[in-house]
């Protein structure tokens, strides 16, 4: 079945940027997403990516998508300690469930 | 953006009693609803998938007699936990859905329930 895999863990210095790399096996994904959750909350959809962008940018968040390598990471420039969280990468096709990774558990310190 | 709101928050019951959780979408109309469930240091799996005025479809290994799925109307859909007991406990997350384009295919999550089962 279809698969997303991401790292465990990353931790990065305040300031500095993170890089949260993905990868996924169904090449019929249509969506590709980022979610963050925060200890004990739900998730907050972060910023999404179809299928034939390559890359999409929103203030300090960048995604970028490689289809032939199916590949998908988000770079967070100038991390604050609040961007501490789990970040779940996660794809679907049109109107189906999505399939979520394990999460990278992101930890910034000052 | 939408909203889906999803109590209760946190619930802590005995084992054997039954526990319902609410999913409203509160300004777009969820055509179909998501449940997860997601253990502790695990990713969300999906349990079922609801479209309003049919039966939820149900995963492979997730007892539908033991997690009913309503979705009687485009704003609201209830996970009952049955009879639950300490291995239900988890934290269910609940997402809405109102079509197929490329602005409505975002699903919606609502901040989840954690059940305790004592």
């Known amino acids: 079945g279809e698969d997303v895999e991401q790292s465990l863990f990353l931790s990065v210095r305040e300031g500095d940027s993170s890089v949260i790399n993905c990868t996924y096996t169904?090449?019929?994904?249509?969506?590709l997403y980022w979610y963050k959750q925060e200890p004990g909350a739900g998730l907050q959809l972060l910023t999404y990516?179809?299928?034939?962008?390559d890359m999409k940018q929103d203030q300090r968040l960048t995604v970028l998508l490689n289809k032939k390598d199916k590949h998908l990471s988000l770079r967070i420039a100038d991390t604050q300690t609040g961007d501490s969280a789990i970040y779940f990468c996660?794809?679907?096709?049109?109107?189906?469930?999505?399939?979520f990774g394990k999460g990278t558990t992101l930890s910034v310190s000052s | 953006g939408a909203v889906v709101s999803q109590h209760p928050s946190w619930v802590i019951c005995k084992s054997g009693t039954s526990v319902k959780i609410e999913c409203r979408s509160l300004?777009?109309?969820?055509?179909?609803m998501f449940w997860y469930r997601q253990f502790p240091k695990q990713s969300l799996m999906l349990m079922a998938t609801?479209?309003?005025?049919?039966?939820?479809?149900?995963e492979q290994g997730v007892e539908k007699d033991k997690f009913l799925i309503n979705h009687a109307s485009l704003t609201l859909s209830t996970l009952t936990v049955t009879s639950a007991h300490p291995e239900d406990s988890s934290f269910y997350i609940c997402?809405?859905?109102?079509?197929?384009?490329?602005?409505?295919?975002?699903?919606?999550f609502g901040a989840g329930t954690r059940l305790s089962v004592l």
């Open positions: 996660a794809e679907n096709q049109a109107g189906t469930a999505l399939i």
């Open positions: 169904d090449s019929s994904s249509t969506y």
């Open positions: 990516i179809f299928s034939n962008m």
């Open positions: 300004d777009f109309q969820a055509t179909t």
């Open positions: 609801s479209n309003e005025g049919s039966k939820a479809t149900y």
């Open positions: 997402s809405g859905g109102n079509g197929v384009s490329v602005a409505k295919n975002i699903q919606y």
